[in-house]
Every structure is written in structure tokens, then in C-alpha cells.
């Protein structure tokens, strides 16, 4: 894959000064609708490349079951992880994030699979190939004006993730808000409660009672003490853990009232908001980027709740959407996807097959009747 002129990925210095800013030459060519237009057939094609390459080594794997498989030479696994990675780069370039971490899944895949090629089955080779079109499929959208939300890619990310045992999977890394600290109004109902043993105990049975028999009442409990949390917090980040105590309140609070689906990456949150109270009891040294990761992904579930209403209040839920400004947010179902249902390689073979006979169609209109002839058999194709 060879970068044409106009998305060139290293701005010339003499473009530089002529804006002032290498990222503003960079963000103007990418408004260029004939960047993705050109990017978006390149990657069909490539990672169409990349596919037979990789069935053909799993082709012969099979063929040499019950030897050696690691013998096996790697070449064509080495060429598709390659063939992978350009791709990657190109729709870094074009900025599409959502579907350059998906590509880098599948290049972290095969990476994986590199270690012990034996790894390289037909499951795996289908779960990159399921990647390869959803994300042809989401950029197809982009480019034809209707855009979709970037979470429908996370079943394909997730599944390749999960296979090169990935240390995070999450829905908020395809989630495009960028993250900052806000002021969130505080609960008025709430009581203050220090960080100590005595608030750590109560998390700690709380999570495990939530673990044993998950029930809305333990959820609104842990709601309230993050809430106490926050209203105690004090000190140089004083801050930013009332922000984030307040988050944690708003989640645990939408889970009770049943403004939010329960899943296992929503069920995850209570032993990590338990495991960051013991950092703070402890004094240790929390890296910023933690805390603020684990923020985005309380924020990212406040933004995938229902909105409260009068059947059901939730106060610190409304805050946080209040400050943060999620009203407007869409809701998206990230467990299911629509995306890549087609082989691109079919799509674009009948929209041709369609046009063929939409030509054979106006010319017998037109009274050209030597087409009938083709005709049944022009539509057989379609």
C-alpha cells in the first residue's frame, strides 16, 4: 500500500510554514473526501490479500497434521501481518481511530500467533477476516454519508483482543470522547465519609455481597458511600477524586435504579472503585493515568445509561450528565454489531452486476430488443 500525495503522513516543513502548524496541514488533507474514498478501496483490497495469504497458510498446516507444524515456513503468515500493519498506518492517517485499533488487533493477533504459528487455526483466521470487513464496512458507511457509531466495532475488536490475551478490553477505548476533568455539582443528601479502614470494610463486603447475590439495594449502598467519598476528599487532588467518587456514584446509582444493562465490564467496575480505595488507604502513588482511564470509563457508562426521569430519579446520575453534557450522547448496544455481515469483495461485485443490468434494462426500454437475449441471464447474476 503506497500513500498517495494528499495523505501523505509526514508533513513537508515548507507546508508547515505555510500554516503556522504541521497537525493543521495534516487535519486539511484529511477533509478531503478522496482520502478515504482511496484509502477505503486500498484497504479492501490489501486486506483481501492479507486473508489469502493467511488460509493458504492454514491450508497447509492442515495438510501437514501430525508433523511439525512449527516447521512450517512462516513466509505468507509474515506477509499478511505486514499487509496488516500498512493498513493500520493508513487509517491512522486518515484518522479513523476507531478502525486503526481494530487493525491493530488483528496485527496484535498474528503477532501472538507468530510466537507458535500452531496457534494460526481456522477460527482465528475467520475472527481476523470478520475484523477486515467490519471495518471496510464502517468506513463504506463513512464515505457514502452515513456514519455509524464506532462501538459497533467493538465485537470484532473484543474477540481478537481476548484471543492474543490482551490485558485490557474495553468498549470506552472505541468510545471517540476525549477525556477532561470537570466540576460535578455535589449531593446534597449524601454524608461525608473519610478514607479509612472502616469505609474500606464496608466497600469490601458490599462488593462481595454484589458478587454473591448482585441486588439494586447493595448497588444504591456502594452509590451512597462513593458519594460519601467524594464529598471527604481533600488534599493537592482533592479534586480530581471528588470528580471521580462522584462518577463512581452516578454509575452505581444508574445500575440500581435499572438505567443501565448490567454486563461483565459494568460488573468489573466495583472491584476496580475497590481497588482504588485501598490505594488512597494505603498512600500509594496512583499513576494519573489510571485514574484518569478508569474516569473515562465511569463517564462512558453514565453516557450509555437511560436518562433519568420522574419513574426514576437519580440525582447523581443527572449531575454527572449535566456537567459533562450527555444528553445528547447516543446509546449504543456494543455487545452486537451489523458490521461486515458481507464479504466487501460480494458487495462490490453486485452493485457492478446491478449496474449491468440496469444498462440491459434501459436499452430494451429504449427498444434495443437484441438485449433480451442477455437479459434472464444478467439478472440470474444479480
Not at 485499533?101 to 482465528?124: F, G, H, I, N, Y
Not at 462488593?207 to 452509590?223: C, E, V
Not at 459533562?324 to 450522547?329: Q, S, V
Not at 447516543?330 to 446491478?354: E, M
Request: glycine share 4%; with cysteine; charged share 20%.
Amino acid at each position: 500500500m503506497n500513500f498517495p500525495a494528499q495523505i501523505d503522513p509526514f508533513p513537508r516543513a515548507s507546508d508547515a510554514a505555510d500554516t503556522g502548524d504541521a497537525s493543521a496541514v495534516l487535519a486539511r488533507r484529511l477533509d478531503d473526501p478522496s482520502s478515504l474514498a482511496w484509502v477505503h478501496n486500498e484497504l479492501r483490497t490489501t486486506l483481501a490479500s492479507a486473508q489469502k495469504l493467511l488460509r493458504r497458510y492454514v491450508r497447509e498446516s492442515e495438510s501437514h497434521a501430525g508433523s511439525d507444524v512449527s516447521a512450517l515456513e512462516s513466509g505468507s503468515l509474515r506477509q499478511a501481518r505486514s499487509l496488516i500493519h500498512q493498513c493500520v498506518g493508513a487509517t491512522t492517517v486518515i484518522g479513523s481511530t476507531a478502525a486503526a485499533k481494530v487493525l491493530t488487533a488483528s496485527d496484535a493477533a498474528l503477532r501472538w500467533a507468530l510466537e507458535r504459528p500452531a496457534r494460526l487455526d481456522a477460527a482465528l483466521v475467520e475472527h481476523i477476516e470478520q475484523a477486515s470487513f467490519a471495518v471496510v464496512d464502517f468506513l463504506g458507511r463513512e464515505l457514502a454519508g452515513n456514519p455509524v457509531p464506532a462501538l459497533w466495532l467493538f465485537p470484532q475488536m473484543r474477540v481478537l483482543l481476548e484471543t492474543s490475551g490482551a490485558e485490557r478490553v474495553h468498549p470506552a477505548d472505541l468510545w471517540p470522547r476525549p477525556w477532561d476533568w470537570r466540576k460535578i455539582a455535589d449531593d446534597s443528601e449524601a454524608s461525608a465519609r473519610p478514607v479509612d479502614e472502616r469505609s474500606l470494610s464496608a466497600l469490601e463486603q458490599l462488593t462481595l455481597a454484589n458478587i454473591k447475590t448482585p441486588s439494586p439495594l447493595i448497588l444504591a449502598r456502594i452509590s451512597d458511600l462513593c458519594a460519601g467519598l467524594s464529598l471527604a476528599a481533600s488534599g493537592p487532588d482533592g479534586n480530581i477524586n471528588r470528580t471521580l467518587w462522584q462518577l463512581a456514584a452516578a454509575v452505581f446509582e444508574a445500575l440500581a435504579k435499572g438505567l443501565l444493562q448490567a454486563d461483565v465490564f459494568s460488573k468489573r467496575l466495583a472491584s476496580r472503585v475497590l481497588s482504588l480505595l485501598r490505594g488512597f488507604l494505603r498512600g500509594s502513588e496512583i499513576n494519573p493515568a489510571v485514574l484518569q482511564r478508569l474516569a473515562h470509563d465511569l463517564l462512558f457508562f453514565c453516557a450509555q445509561s437511560l436518562p433519568p426521569d420522574a419513574a426514576r430519579p437519580a440525582p447523581r446520575l443527572a449531575a454527572v450528565r449535566q456537567a459533562y453534557a450527555l444528553a445528547d450522547e447516543q446509546r449504543v448496544d456494543y455487545l452486537r454489531s451489523p458490521l461486515g455481515s458481507f464479504d466487501p469483495a460480494l458487495v462490490v461485485q453486485a452493485r457492478k452486476r446491478v449496474a449491468s443490468a440496469n444498462t440491459v434494462w434501459s436499452s430494451m426500454a429504449g427498444g434495443e430488443l437484441h438485449h433480451q437475449a442477455s437479459l434472464v441471464e444478467t439478472f440470474s447474476l444479480v
